[in-house]
C-alpha cells in the first residue's frame, strides 16, 4: 500500500506559477512510476505529465514548455512545476502511484485545487 499526499494547490493569477508535491509513504515509493492527473467538473481524470521510476518524463501536448514533473526519491516526492499558468488549467490536481509487474498496484492522493484566475 502506497499513501499519497498532495500539497500546493491555490489561487493563482494567469501567468503565475504554482509547484505542487505528493508525498508517499513506504519505502518502495522508488519503483512506481508516478503521474499528475487533473480533472473539471462533468470530465475524465486526464493525464498531465508522469515520470517513470528510471526518470523518463512525458507531458500531455496542453502543458509541453510551460509544467515540469520531477521526483526525489529519497524524500518520496514526486513534483509538478507548473509555469505560465492559464484559466484552462483550472482543475483538481491529482497524484499517482502505479506500477504493473509483478501485479497492477494503482494509488491515488485526494487532489489539490488549482485555480488560475484573474
Known amino acids: 500500500q502506497v499513501q499519497l499526499v498532495e500539497s500546493g494547490g491555490g489561487l493563482v493569477q494567469p501567468g503565475g506559477s504554482l509547484r505542487l508535491s505528493c508525498v508517499g509513504s513506504?519505502?518502495?515509493?522508488?519503483?512506481?512510476?508516478m503521474g499528475w492527473y487533473r480533472q473539471t467538473p462533468g470530465n475524465e481524470r486526464d493525464l498531465v505529465a508522469g515520470?517513470?521510476?528510471?526518470?523518463?518524463?512525458n507531458y500531455a501536448d496542453a502543458v509541453k514548455g510551460r509544467f515540469t514533473i520531477s521526483r526525489d526519491n529519497a524524500k518520496n516526492t514526486v513534483y509538478l512545476q507548473m509555469n505560465g499558468l492559464k484559466p484552462e488549467d483550472t482543475a483538481v490536481y491529482f497524484c499517482?502511484?502505479?506500477?504493473?509487474?509483478?501485479?497492477?498496484?494503482?494509488?491515488w492522493g485526494q487532489g489539490t485545487q488549482v485555480t488560475v484566475s484573474s
Open positions: 499517482n502511484a502505479r506500477r504493473r509487474v509483478p501485479v497492477l498496484e494503482d494509488y
Open positions: 513506504g519505502s518502495t515509493f522508488r519503483i512506481y512510476n
Open positions: 515520470i517513470t521510476s528510471g526518470g523518463i518524463a
